[in-house]
């Protein structure tokens, strides 16, 4: 929810389920030498104010045509890359366009009940993810 707006359009999880949009938390890391943020990095959402960390990453627009009409208002360009999100102090994931999105300058943790899926800890004003085991 926008702490500025104080608006329900944000395009979270439930808006997402009620789209159809079934790309969120894919699990895996795409390795995009274009995107502008990487997996760790803290974000703000330019338009819905909220605070969140990466968490993957794709080379661009992977949701359904459904789910960019219903969800994706503002119609950021699907030819550039997209990312997974968690949102600070809820439960809820999103799919942002890069346009939509710049550098956290809060620099502080999040929290987010899924942070311990995906990374080990915090360093530095950045998440560093889990490492894999063989």
Do not use: C, K
């Not at 959402?45 to 968490?55: N, W």
């Not at 009409?69 to 949102?87: F, I, K, M, N, T």
């Amino acid at each position: 929810m926008s702490a500025r707006t104080g608006t329900d359009n944000t395009g979270i999880p439930e808006i997402e389920r009620r789209s159809g949009y079934t790309g969120a938390l894919m699990g895996t890391v795409t390795d995009i030498s274009r995107a502008r943020f990487a997996v760790g990095e803290l974000i703000h959402h330019r338009l819905f104010d909220y605070r969140g960390v990466i968490v993957d990453v794709d080379r661009d627009f992977q949701g359904t045509e459904e789910w960019y009409q219903a969800v994706a208002r503002s119609r950021p360009p699907r030819d550039q890359p997209w990312y997974h999100v968690l949102v600070h102090g809820s439960d809820h994931s999103t799919y942002v366009a890069e346009r939509n999105l710049e550098r956290d300058t809060e620099l502080d943790p999040i929290r987010h009940p899924m942070l311990e899926r995906f990374f080990s800890h915090f360093d530095n004003g950045r998440y560093r993810r889990i490492r894999a085991e063989n």
